[in-house]
């Protein structure tokens, strides 16, 4: 299928009926020229566009220019049958501005938009692969086999709130059916039951129905649907034997080669279940005519920002983390699992032995620096003040209000002291810090050992595996499994003990200041049943919160038994998120613990911990496949899911609705495959993950090694400022729309121009041309950043049919007739208005002045000494139909400073000092003569200043000191009538 970029078309509709125009100015609009077509180069681009017109007989959408752009494939199919395959613009409301996209204009009758294509190495992220016009510009052939598919935000956007499952023509995929690429299969499938797009086609969604070249049948899931086992069938499922790569594969029987020219791909010659290279097409039936952009008041429209979240491609690796510290692996073990900040460092704890700067580090760049380092929050780097000394791992970190750094885990010495469990440092050096508390575990054989540790105000809440809190000249605190401390003194809480029966994991203190949240392995508070969660009152006592929180479990349900332990909690958005065991991460209603939402991530993994930013809240898992929204059983959701996006280690959540945010999609790889245990939003809006990470991707797709974490710059929010001084400069044919440059916190990459209320060009021009059409129209721009962030737009400004062609009215010509004095007396005191008499002046020809010989008229022929410091001139000129006049404006040489008068009123003066002016006012400037007559001055001259009949202009031309070689003066003044 080869590439065409189609010609615009110059017989697309019929012609109305030519116009007649009565009068000379409908005339001249109808004479307006059209705009060129952009050419095929220029198609390419985003950026340099050419608007079409828009006249009374405005052709139907044909999708070859911006201004032209159709609501799909399909409605250029049908406003012009004849359109070729090829690469067209596209346009409505959720896309905001044109895009390009190919369509398909042959199978079936046309209409189809490419969303992706490829042979192996599909991915299930919500924002694709690869970009827009990779996919787009390499349709077929061996070239195409890269896989390229749109962002899910963008398939969406063709739909415009269509339903997946709506699709009139479902989803078409078209499949190579040999290695050589010469035979093809077209089949058809139907989601049952899809809002959104997605690409988990390898989740369980239901299919409504199917065909394979006619051949039609129903029912199966996405995942594994068809026939039989041979062509009639596509298995989207990853499997070890393909290397663990996914594709719209056949069945079993169907056999590739790994070789790079086939068609059919499969890891090992003659596998089964072969990648065939795939073309991937929907076909929204929508029509521009009929879609809702919405009205744009005269004075702009509103900001549009993306919601605040993580991106998903990770910054580039500087330091990590690598090595057991304690010998042990596992996933208790990770190299990862706290995060804390204090100034600009960011502490990592967990249970590696090195610091490490890239995957093959070597001595200066690979430091044993044993379970705790600080990285700078900026720029990544180790910092290599930071040295603590502890012999066991880290498992919780918090910053304190004094300024310390609050360690716990599973160690009995920090810095060659004891120090059970519990130690506060110095954030600079790593030193042993202030007051202390140690934790104690005296049941037979426990060791003590700290899980998790969190701040509200100047209390530090403890979640972990002991029974006693000591500190040095302090009463010690009997408390089981859960504490708090005052910092501010160093004094364990004597009267708040929960009092569960089990290790606590997980701790969270309300930002109320009411509760604190636990999570963990208990069963019960005192002799209160407390099932792996509770909300513990901070009132003295540790009594639970009523009503007591009963969680429900994936698995057991209500039956309390087996898997049921529970290691993350958190409360945001109104809601206590709790994530753990058999792959569960739900929430519940603060108020009264209702459950509100589900996530089920079934073939993933538990979630091991949750954390919040903001209103997003992030959970963290061994999980690499799908996580299941309003799902709450496992080990299978069946149907009673409503989404099933694609989650790698972490994902991120609405605190408020619930909902999946599937547009933070990050790509990771664990060690062993034990995923994230700690997640950490810095002062920046950073995102630190970690566990046993080895690899994250950039963007462009690029596959870095990480040390055990790595890092998520926070996604731009911020829309650029509005462009200033919009205004529309008119001609006869073409208008000209202008503004001054918006600033954006990172770049502004492109301004967008909008007619009425749809987006007809992008440039990155201050200005552009548009055309005049029969009609006013109105236009508006707006700045967009690279992110999709987009300004306010301007207020409108109006483009109205071209206006008869102005008159010139000379009123005084250069080089006219002057009365004039040079004179050291002073200046009659009306000598500036229309009632003067000047007939006792001299008068001459301009060029007017002295020490100059290009003037006309030498002033100073006669003149006393000492030498005046100015000349005064007058002229009279004659208006008619000074009613008719749209404006005016004079041209003067200011030599050295000049003031002017127009029946009295001044309309501009240059080089003179601001106030009242005398005849013996110095000019602040010097210029000579012929510099000054190079450099005229233009003031404009309000049209109520004239009045019909004669007129007067006076000026006043000053020295800049008495001995001063030149003056010269000369004026021209012109109108305008409509």
Not at 521 to 536: C, E, L, N
Not at 804 to 818: G, K, R
Request: glycine share 10%; hydrophobic share 35%.
């Amino acid at each position: 299928m080869n590439i065409v970029i189609p010609e615009a078309s110059t017989t697309r509709s019929a012609s109305s009926p030519k116009r007649a125009f009565a009068s000379r100015k409908a005339a001249r609009r109808g004479r307006l020229a059209t705009a060129l077509l952009v050419s095929a180069t220029m198609l390419a681009s985003v950026l340099t566009i050419t608007a079409a017109p828009a006249s009374a007989a405005t052709p139907l959408p044909d999708g070859t220019t911006t201004a032209t752009a159709a609501a799909s494939c399909w409605e250029i199919k049908q406003n012009y049958p004849a359109s070729a395959d090829g690469i067209y613009w596209l346009l409505t409301p959720a896309l905001k501005a044109p895009q390009q996209f190919y369509c398909d204009q042959t199978t079936d009758g046309g209409g189809w938009v490419l969303i992706g294509r490829g042979r192996e190495g599909w991915k299930g992220q919500y924002n694709g692969l690869r970009t827009p016009a990779v996919l787009r510009n390499t349709v077929s052939g061996t070239g195409a086999f890269l896989t390229a598919q749109l962002p899910g935000t963008t398939v969406n956007a063709l739909l415009n709130g269509t339903r997946v499952d709506a699709l009139t023509d479902r989803v078409r995929i078209r499949r190579a059916t040999n290695r050589e690429g010469t035979t093809w299969q077209e089949a058809r499938f139907a989601f049952q039951n899809r809002d959104r797009w997605v690409w988990t086609l390898s989740a369980v969604h239901l299919v409504g129905g199917y065909s394979f070249d006619g051949v039609t049948g129903s029912g199966g899931r996405t995942n594994n649907f068809g026939r039989d086992n041979a062509y009639q069938r596509v298995d989207a499922n990853s499997t070890q034997a393909q290397g663990w790569t996914w594709g719209l594969a056949y069945g079993g029987s169907v056999a590739g080669s790994p070789a790079a020219t086939s068609y059919l791909y499969s890891a090992t010659e003659g596998a089964g279940s072969a990648r065939p290279f795939t073309q991937m097409y929907l076909r929204p039936h929508l029509v521009l005519s009929e879609l809702d952009f919405g009205t744009i008041p005269d004075a702009g429209a509103p900001a549009e920002t993306l919601t605040a979240l993580p991106e998903s491609d990770a910054i580039r690796t500087v330091w990590g983390v690598t090595g057991q510290g304690n010998g042990s692996d596992g996933e208790l073990n990770t190299e990862v699992a706290a995060f804390a900040q204090v100034g600009n460092t960011v502490y990592v704890g967990g249970n590696f032995r090195y610091v490490q700067k890239t995957s093959t580090s070597t001595g200066a760049d690979k430091i044993e620096q044993k379970f705790l380092a600080g990285f700078n929050v900026d720029t990544g780097e180790w910092v290599s003040s930071f040295r603590p000394t502890l012999n066991g791992q880290v498992k919780g970190l918090a910053a304190l209000p004094d300024g310390r750094l609050a360690v716990g885990g599973q160690f009995s010495t920090a810095n060659g002291s004891a120090q059970q469990a519990l130690v506060m440092l110095d954030p600079v050096t790593g030193a042993t810090s202030g007051s202390q508390v140690a934790l104690e575990n005296r049941t037979s054989g426990g060791v003590a050992a700290l899980r998790g540790i969190t701040v509200l105000g100047s209390k530090l809440y403890l979640a972990g595996s002991f029974t006693h809190l000591t500190a040095a000249g302090k009463s010690t605190a009997y408390a089981w499994n859960g504490a708090r401390i005052e910092t501010s003194t160093g004094t364990p809480d004597t009267n708040w003990n929960p009092l569960f029966n089990g290790t606590s994991v997980g701790v969270d203190a309300s930002a109320t200041g009411d509760r604190t949240y636990f999570s963990g392995y208990f069963r019960q508070s005192g002799s209160v049943p407390a099932y792996s969660a509770a909300a513990v009152q901070t009132a003295s006592g540790a009594a639970l919160v009523s009503p007591t929180w009963t969680p429900t479990f994936s698995k057991s349900g209500a039956n309390y038994s087996g898997n049921i332990w529970q290691l993350g909690v958190r409360e945001a958005g109104g809601k206590v998120w709790l994530g753990g065991s058999e792959h569960s991460l739900f929430a519940y209603d603060r108020d009264d613990f209702s459950l509100d939402a589900g996530n089920i991530t079934n073939n993933g993994g538990d979630f091991q911990v949750v954390t919040s930013a903001g209103n997003t809240v992030f959970g963290g898992c061994h999980c690499g496949d799908w996580t299941y929204s309003n799902a709450f059983t496992w080990s299978d959701v069946g149907t009673n899911f409503t989404q099933a996006d694609k989650i790698s280690l972490f994902g991120a959540w609405n605190a408020t609705t619930g909902a999946y945010l599937q547009e933070f999609s990050p790509i990771l790889q664990a060690r062993k495959g034990y995923g994230v245990w700690g997640i950490f939003v810095d002062s920046r809006g950073t995102l630190w993950a970690g566990g046993d990470l080895d690899h994250s991707v950039r963007a462009g797709e690029v596959n870095q090694w990480v040390g055990g974490f790595t890092r998520f710059a926070a996604r731009d929010t911020n829309a650029p400022t509005k462009p200033g001084n919009f205004s529309a400069n008119t001609g006869t044919s073409t208008s000209t729309l202008s503004w001054s440059a918006s600033s954006d916190n990172r770049a502004v990459t492109a301004y967008e121009i909008l007619r009425g209320n749809k987006v007809i060009a992008t440039t990155t021009a201050l200005n552009y041309a548009v055309p005049v059409s029969d009609t006013t129209e109105r236009y508006f721009v707006r700045a967009a950043d690279a992110a999709g962030n987009r300004s306010e737009t301007t207020a409108v400004a109006t483009v109205s049919p071209a206006p008869p062609t102005p008159e010139q009215v000379a009123l005084i010509a250069n080089n006219a007739d002057w009365r004039y004095r040079f004179d050291t007396t002073a200046w009659p005191a009306d000598w500036r208005t229309l009632a003067f008499d000047d007939s006792a002046w001299l008068q001459g020809a301009a060029p007017l002045g002295f020490g100059n010989a290009t003037l006309a008229t030498d002033v100073n022929a006669a003149a006393p000494s000492p030498k005046p410091l100015s000349t005064q001139y007058r002229r009279s000129f004659t208006v008619t139909d000074a009613a008719t006049l749209d404006s005016a404006s004079l041209s003067v040489i200011a030599d050295d400073g000049v003031v002017v008068y127009v029946n009295g009123t001044e309309v501009g003066r240059t080089n003179l000092p601001t106030g009242n002016l005398s005849q013996t006012s110095y000019a602040t400037a010097a210029p000579r003569t012929t510099a000054a007559g190079n450099a005229r001055v233009t003031y404009t001259v309000p049209v109520s200043l004239l009045v019909e009949g004669t007129n007067v202009v006076a000026v006043s031309t000053h020295s800049n000191y008495r001995a001063t070689p030149d003056s010269s003066f000369n004026l021209s003044l012109s109108a305008v009538r409509e």
